[in-house]
């Protein structure tokens, strides 16, 4: 599936051409999801979605997924960069698209450790750049 747009959910700053960067906007953990779901929604994004999650953030991908499906917006894709990982069953039909791991140079070995987790889900996992590797996968058919 080719991608329309990538949004960069609050707290992934990374330098992609053309992408919604909601970085700036960093809501309470309690409203994260709703507050992003209405930005992505305001800012009327080209369909299907690559949604792009750093750290901690990670652990809302099933959440902001689900409001995007709510919402009728096709999600293309999750890209993770040294993330928090979601709880399986968190949202039960989670993901509903493919999910990619990258691992940058500044994660802790915490963060490598998980990576394990990602790839027994049969995730794909990225080391390197995460603006280069989030472009990429941009732009992948």
């Excluded at 409203?31 to 750290?55: C, D, K, Q, Y």
């Excluded at 894709?77 to 968190?90: E, M, N, Q, T, W």
């Amino acid at each position: 599936m080719a991608i329309g747009s990538v949004v960069l959910t609050p707290g992934s700053a990374y330098a992609v051409a053309g992408a919604l960067d909601l970085a700036a906007d960093e809501p309470p953990e309690a409203e994260w999801t709703a507050r992003t779901a209405l930005a992505i929604a305001a800012a009327s994004p080209a369909a299907p979605l690559l949604l792009v999650f750093t750290g901690t953030a990670a652990a809302q991908a099933p959440f902001l997924g689900f409001a995007q499906r709510s919402a009728r917006r096709a999600v293309g894709g999750y890209v993770l960069v040294d993330p928090v990982l979601p709880r399986p069953g968190a949202v039960s039909d989670w993901p509903d698209a493919p999910v990619t791991v990258i691992i940058t140079a500044a994660a802790d070995e915490d963060t490598r450790s998980a990576a394990l987790g990602a790839r027994l889900r049969g995730w794909e996992i990225l080391e390197g750049d995460a603006s280069a590797l989030i472009s990429e996968i941009a732009g992948r058919p």
